[in-house]
């Protein structure tokens, strides 16, 4: 079973940086192998999840949410098997949750439906102050 770890949230002024990690275990063949598609996703109370980059197993051109363009950059190690999110310029409005994603092997998700993604790790808060 894949097993996805977040670190690296914390608290910043607006303007600064944070970088989170995932972590990937658990997998039977190489993580490149093992999951597709992997992401970050970030909620907060009372609103549904919503995504924020995403990048596929080989070579993938990253997707991201119009609100990350240019402020966030998503890359994935797959000697390491591990997922960033370097998150640059901050604003207040990118405080929440965030949750690194992975989907099965072949399968197409897309940031627009989180319940498409098959595997969660637990979140690491992310809060910016103005």
């Known amino acids: 079973q894949v097993e996805l770890v977040e670190s690296g949230g914390g608290s910043v002024q607006a303007g600064g940086s944070l970088s989170l990690s995932c972590v990937v275990s658990?997998?039977?063949?190489?993580?490149?192998?093992?999951?597709?598609?992997m992401g970050w996703f970030r909620q907060t109370p009372g609103k549904e999840r919503e995504g924020v980059a995403r990048?596929?197993?080989?070579?993938?051109?990253?997707l991201y949410a119009d609100s990350a363009k240019g402020r966030f950059t998503v890359s994935r190690d797959n000697s390491k098997a591990t997922l960033t999110l370097q998150m640059n310029s901050l604003k207040p409005e990118d405080t929440g949750m965030y949750y690194c994603?992975?989907?099965?092997?072949?399968?197409?998700?897309?940031?627009?439906?989180?319940?498409?993604?098959?595997?969660w790790g637990q979140g690491t808060q992310v809060t910016v102050s103005s």
């Open positions: 994603a992975a989907a099965r092997p072949g399968s197409y998700v897309n940031l627009d439906n989180f319940k498409n993604w098959d595997y």
């Open positions: 658990g997998y039977k063949y190489k993580p490149e192998y093992s999951t597709g598609y």
């Open positions: 990048v596929g197993a080989f070579d993938d051109i990253p």
